[in-house]
């Protein structure tokens, strides 16, 4: 598995660079491998680290720690989401599964931030979910009702409520709840590589090729070296499908986003000089956009299925024009030229939007598939399959476990095919927002 990741992502170059770890160059023993240096694969060395201090950690990254999907996605922190949202009281009972889970991402990253001292721009001020379509109304009406039933803090807003707080006209009807947090996902995802204990061998830029599963042990080749470990925890995410993990269950999603350089004074003051804020979609495929802390406006418009191992800068180029027609409908008192910089990342989604968190063997454990939400569910699975792959329990792990489980996935050639046609569908649906 080589991945090459861009290098245009605006929350990565915000931070200054890293000296980085070695990559894998001897051959190694360990009682405890764990694959991916994302939330998920942080936090889970963090807790192995707690729970057996005397035992060889070694965590593996096939680029640089932190700086896969943690620092892409949009920042969102998020106690609710829409998309996956239920209304009969069976569904009801499922969605506020969810949402427990959602709470307590929430909550273990405020505990990780609190007790290191972290910051990144943590902005407790909502969410929106927001569309242009006065029609939708009916959608956030429902909406509405599930979020009362489960006792959310939220309100409906109309074009002159919106357009006060967010500088822009473009949006007729939204949803605000008030439990979701903004901030910036590289500065948490950086700050989590520096919180790692000594115990743990971090190794960057160092693939997995290949692996196998014999008896009481695991091997996995890298480029050059090989490491033989006692337990291993996937936490890949996006990649899981092409490591072999619960390729029935899985599939990546490549998005990218655009942000721009720092609007001026002036832009600023054209736009009424709102605060900041993070508006979601209505619609699945519409567009995710934020005004950050420093007066940038970030935009996510796209979802495709493309290969998660690289994409191109000329494809990139083709994807920000898409965005920069999106900001332009938003504001378009702003000049042309003010997007700064592009770039993509992969997500994994399941079936039924739920998340993947088990042990496939006594030794192999696995977390990952977050379907929008890995700030918080990354970092709490990361944990909590740490806890579950050191034969212990927690209360955490019993809610999790609660869940709906992720549903099998139609065989090639009609799984593409199948996202391929609905990802075209819901564009087409919320084309006017994006």
Not at 159 to 169: E, V
Not at 190 to 218: C, F, T
Request: proline share 4%; glycine share 6%.
């Amino acid at each position: 598995m080589d991945v090459t990741n861009d290098n245009y992502c605006s929350w990565i170059n915000d931070l200054t660079p890293r000296i980085k770890s070695s990559s894998l160059k001897n051959n190694h023993y360990c009682e405890w491998l764990i694959i991916g240096a994302g939330y998920t694969g942080l936090s889970a060395a963090r807790k192995l680290a707690e729970l057996n201090p005397n035992q060889k950690i070694i965590l593996v990254d096939a680029q640089t720690a932190g700086e896969g999907a943690s620092s892409r996605n949009s920042g969102y922190l998020v106690d609710t989401t829409l998309n996956d949202g239920f209304t009969s009281n069976k569904q009801l009972e499922n969605y506020k599964k969810k949402s427990d889970i959602y709470s307590l991402g929430i909550d273990v990253v405020k505990k990780f931030i609190q007790e290191h001292q972290v910051d990144c721009d943590w902005n407790e001020c909502g969410k929106y979910f927001a569309s242009s379509k006065i029609e939708d109304k009916k959608i956030l009406t429902n909406f509405s009702d599930t979020l009362s039933k489960l006792g959310f803090n939220h309100k409906l807003l109309d074009n002159n409520d919106l357009s006060k707080k967010l500088g822009t006209r473009f949006y007729n009807i939204a949803l605000y709840t008030k439990g979701g947090i903004l901030l910036h996902p590289g500065k948490l995802a950086r700050s989590m590589v520096s919180a790692l204990p000594a115990s743990v061998e971090l190794y960057e830029d160092s693939s997995l090729l290949n692996w196998s599963s014999l008896k009481d042990y695991i091997t996995c080749e890298f480029k050059n070296a090989k490491v033989k470990t006692k337990k291993i925890i996937f936490a890949t995410n996006g990649f899981l499908k092409s490591l072999g993990i619960k390729v029935n269950y899985n599939f990546p999603i490549t998005l990218t986003a655009s942000m721009t350089r720092p609007l001026t004074d002036m832009e600023f003051k054209l736009i009424g000089q709102p605060k900041e804020w993070g508006v979601l979609p209505i619609r699945p495929m519409g567009a995710t956009v934020r005004m950050t802390k420093d007066r940038r406006i970030l935009i996510r418009n796209t979802a495709e299925v493309h290969s998660p191992f690289k994409m191109l800068q000329a494809d990139l180029i083709k994807r920000s024009l898409i965005q920069k027609i999106g900001i332009k409908k938003r504001f378009p008192e702003l000049p042309e030229n003010i997007i700064q910089s592009t770039w993509s990342g992969i997500v994994s989604r399941t079936r039924n939007s739920s998340q993947i968190f088990e042990k496939i063997k006594e030794n192999i454990f696995v977390a990952g598939c977050y379907n929008g939400s890995g700030i918080g569910v990354g970092t709490l699975f990361g944990e909590q399959i740490a806890i579950k792959a050191s034969n212990k329990n927690s209360d955490e792990i019993k809610i999790i476990e609660k869940r709906n489980k992720p549903t099998l996935l139609p065989p090639q050639p009609f799984l593409n095919l199948g996202i391929k046609t609905r990802l075209l569908y819901e564009r087409y649906r919320a084309k006017s927002d994006i």
